[in-house]
Structures are given as structure tokens and as C-alpha cells.
């Protein structure tokens, strides 16, 4: 059975500041990875996936993936109160078409 | 920007009764899926459709639900009989892209009492 674990935080960071977040998954084939962030009572809303080794940068967020470690994490740079919300991190199943996901980090940003 | 639909948004029933809830995928998209989410748990998968026919299912998806696509645009979600462990955000996506992108609608409420 596929599993995606994530921490459930909370994690609290100052305006400005670099947040991280960690996820790890259970299969060594798995090959995509999605990052979702889902607002308090809204449905998730997709923020970058990521496939290869390394890093990937979209404005603001870099997902980095190691697979060898068998690791994901989403770096949010100059966080902003409007970034408060839960990270959920996602990988495909066990027939790779649909997701599981983690249980999601909340991630709060004090101004 | 093309996105999901569902409607109704907040769905109130009894138990035992049938609920119908209502998708519109992004209109070029292919697969079609439901996921649940009990409140403060997991996202889950349920269900997942491609070609008018149900592709891969979970264990949660067992004969009380069904899925349809009754014309070019809709794609439903029925539970026949309602219990109150059925009360969640049923979340529908529509995929696109060649990474598995799935791309979620606003969800629907269910309360079953």
C-alpha cells in the first residue's frame, strides 16, 4: 500500500521568512509529485508538481525531489499572510492514475 | 482560466436517502474523478472514469455508489442510500496534462443527519 506522510505542523513563520515543507512517500517507482494548498473549507488547488531529481522553481516556490531518498519538500520564499493554508503533498497510486495524498501541513504566516 | 464545477454546494439529507452530486470537468479533459474528505482527515480517493467507463475504484467506492457521465458535459457521483459516515466534501477533478495534473472543483458539502 502506497503512503504519503507529511508533517501536521503547525508551522509558524514570520513575514518574509522561507517556510519548508517536508513530505515523504512510501514507493521507490513513484515518479510525479503534487503539491496542493487548500485553504480552510475550499478544495485543493494545485501549485507545482514536480517529476525529476532536483529542483523546480515557479515565482515563490521551489519543490525539490529526491528520489533516491525518497523525498519531496515545497520551499516558500518571502512567505506572505496569504500563504496561511495546508500544504498537501500527493503521489500517485497504485496504478499511477489517481492520487493519495498526505494528511497536509498547516502553515501560518504572522505579519 | 477553464475550471471545475460542482454544484449543489451544500447538500442536507437524511439517511438512508438518495443524493445526486453534479460535476462539470474542464471541457478538453479526459479522466474524471472523485475524492472525498472527511473533515480534518486524508483527502481520499474514490473513483476514477475515463471513456464512459469507471477505470479504477477504491474500497471506500462499494455498491451504495455510482458514477455516470449522462451527457457530453456532466459527470454525477449517486449514493444510494445514505449513512451518516457519508458525510464529507466530495471533491471532483478532471485531468489534464501529461503528469497526472488534476485540477479540483469547489466541492460539495454533504450533511447526512
Known amino acids: 500500500q502506497k503512503e504519503v506522510e507529511q508533517n501536521s505542523g503547525p508551522l509558524s513563520v514570520p513575514e518574509g521568512a522561507i517556510a519548508s515543507l517536508n513530505c515523504t512517500y512510501s514507493?521507490?517507482?513513484?515518479?510525479?509529485f503534487f503539491w496542493y494548498r487548500q485553504y480552510s473549507g475550499k478544495s485543493p488547488e494545485l501549485i507545482m508538481f514536480?517529476?525529476?531529481?532536483g529542483d523546480k522553481e515557479d515565482g515563490r516556490f521551489t519543490a525539490q525531489l529526491n528520489k533516491a531518498s525518497q523525498y519531496v519538500s515545497l520551499l516558500i520564499r518571502d512567505s506572505q499572510p496569504s500563504d496561511s493554508a495546508t500544504y498537501l503533498c500527493?503521489?500517485?497510486?497504485?496504478?499511477?492514475?489517481?492520487?493519495?495524498f498526505g494528511k497536509g501541513t498547516t502553515l501560518s504566516v504572522s505579519s | 482560466e477553464p475550471e471545475v464545477t460542482q454544484t449543489p454546494s451544500h447538500q442536507v439529507t437524511q439517511m438512508g436517502q438518495e443524493v445526486i452530486l453534479h460535476c462539470v470537468p474542464i471541457?478538453?479533459?479526459?479522466?474524471f474523478y472523485w475524492y472525498r474528505q472527511i473533515l480534518g482527515q486524508k483527502v481520499e480517493f474514490l473513483v476514477s472514469?475515463?471513456?464512459?467507463?469507471?477505470?479504477?475504484k477504491s474500497e471506500i467506492f462499494d455498491d451504495q455508489f455510482s458514477v455516470e457521465r449522462p451527457d457530453g458535459s456532466n459527470f454525477t457521483l449517486k449514493i444510494r442510500s445514505t449513512k451518516l459516515e457519508d458525510s464529507a466534501m466530495y471533491f471532483c477533478?478532471?485531468?489534464?496534462?501529461?503528469?497526472?495534473?488534476?485540477?479540483f472543483g469547489p466541492g460539495t458539502r454533504l450533511t447526512v443527519l
Open positions: 472514469f475515463y471513456n464512459n467507463e469507471i477505470s479504477e
Open positions: 500527493a503521489g500517485p497510486n497504485q496504478a499511477g492514475t489517481a492520487l493519495i
Open positions: 471541457s478538453n479533459h479526459l479522466y
Open positions: 477533478a478532471s485531468r489534464g496534462g501529461t503528469h497526472n495534473e488534476q485540477f
Open positions: 514536480i517529476y525529476s531529481n
Open positions: 514507493d521507490r517507482g513513484s515518479q510525479s
